[in-house]
T-cell receptor, first 113, second 113 residues
Framework: AQSVSQHNHHVILSEAASLELGCNYSYGGTVNLFWYVQYPGQHLQLLLKYFSGDPLVKGIKGFEAEFIKSKFSFNLRKPSVQWSDTAEYFCAVNAPGRRALTFGSGTRLQVQP | DAGVTQSPTHLIKTRGQQVTLRCSPKSGHDTVSWYQQALGQGPQFIFQYYEEEERQRGNFPDRFSGHQFPNYSSELNVNALLLGDSALYLC????????????FGPGTRLTVT
């Protein structure tokens, strides 16, 4: 069975600080990896995805993530956060051929102006 | 281009009652998944429908059932409601062939009293 761990449950940063949110998954085979964001009062939106190829993927709003296969990790990064990045961030995994997404428990990011 | 829509937005039910939630997928999508998101948690996969059939099911009891219509819209039914069923119910759609990218609706907030 797949599982996803997000180690940081609540992160507080000041504007312009750098961000890194951890995501580890447990699954022995090939996986598809996603980061979703949920802004206050809004629905889940896809930030970025990794299926194959270059392990450094870039998403919307300046976010990027790096897939490290040997560490079963897919950490999300942003060099300089803005107040508008305040949201909940979810890492998700599925294996090719499987239809369900397995989500982590989420990380609440609070950016202080 | 309409995204995923869900109705109703909010719902309050009493223990033991039954509820039906509705979802219309994004235009061009034919596969619908349902997720339950409890407060402070990541979404948990309930089941997925494609070609009007349940294709995969998560770890949810038979009280949770669904349906997909010829126009690809879907319903989630929950019988014999428990207090623990209180959650945000999310619908996600995707193209059935190939794409692993799912688009989420705004959700239905169900409160069971």
């Amino acid at each position: 069975a797949q599982s996803v761990s997000q180690h940081n449950h609540h992160v507080i940063l000041s504007e312009a600080a750098s961000l890194e949110l951890g995501c580890n998954y447990s699954y022995g085979g090939t996986v598809n990896l996603f980061w979703y964001v949920q802004y206050p009062g809004q629905h889940l939106q896809l930030l970025l995805k990794y299926f194959s190829g270059d392990p450094l993927v870039k998403g919307i709003k300046g976010f990027e993530a790096e897939f490290i296969k040997s560490k079963f990790s897919f950490n999300l990064r942003k060099p300089s956060v803005q107040w508008s990045d305040t949201a909940e961030y979810f890492c998700a995994v599925n294996a090719p051929g499987r239809r369900a997404l397995t989500f982590g428990s989420g990380t609440r990011l609070q950016v202080q102006p | 281009d309409a995204g995923v829509t869900q109705s109703p937005t909010h719902l309050i039910k009493t223990r033991g009652q039954q509820v039906t939630l509705r979802c219309s997928p994004k235009s061009g999508h034919d596969t619908v998944s349902w997720y339950q998101q409890a407060l402070g948690q990541g979404p948990q996969f309930i089941f997925q429908y494609y070609e009007e059939e349940e294709r995969q099911r998560g770890n949810f009891p038979d009280r949770f059932s669904g349906h997909q219509f010829p126009n690809y819209s879907s319903e989630l039914n929950v019988n014999a409601l428990l207090l623990g069923d209180s959650a945000l119910y999310l619908c996600a759609s995707r193209e059935g062939s190939g794409s692993y990218e799912q688009y989420f609706g705004p959700g239905t907030r169900l409160t069971v009293t």
